[in-house]
């Protein structure tokens, strides 16, 4: 069964940053293109960052220049790397393939506040 597993949350004051890290199991992270979402609480789930198997990047406007998203295919491993973080980052961020193949795991809570 296919896992992915985030890690890397927490509370951070506002301009801090964080990396996020997705571990999942077999070799999905290298044959698929993988991406960030992230639900804030009542709203629904979005995308925020999103890396092609040729290490194509693309961003959400609201976190363009602030986060990059990076892969190790060999560890299966992706991270989002979050920068200048501000209020309204706070989420729980998951990560899954950019068409969304697999269930989502459990996320990890992001918060931003001073």
């Known amino acids: 069964q296919v896992q992915l597993v985030e890690s ?4 951070v004051q506002p301009g801090g940053s964080l990396r996020l890290s997705c571990a999942a199991s077999g070799s999905i992270t290298s044959s698929n293109h993988m991406a960030w ?5 009542g709203k629904e789930r979005e995308r925020v960052a999103y890396i092609t198997t ?3 990047t693309n961003y959400a406007s609201s976190v363009r220049g ?8 060999a560890k299966n491993t992706v991270w989002l790397q979050m920068n200048s973080l501000k209020p309204e980052d706070t989420a729980v961020y998951y990560c899954n393939t950019l068409t969304k193949l697999y269930s989502f795991g459990q996320g990890t809570q992001v918060t931003v506040s001073s």
């Open 8 to 11: 890397g949350g927490g509370l």
């Open 37 to 41: 979402f992230r639900q804030a609480p």
């Open 54 to 56: 040729g290490g194509t």
């Open 66 to 73: 602030r986060f990059t998203i990076s892969r190790d295919n």
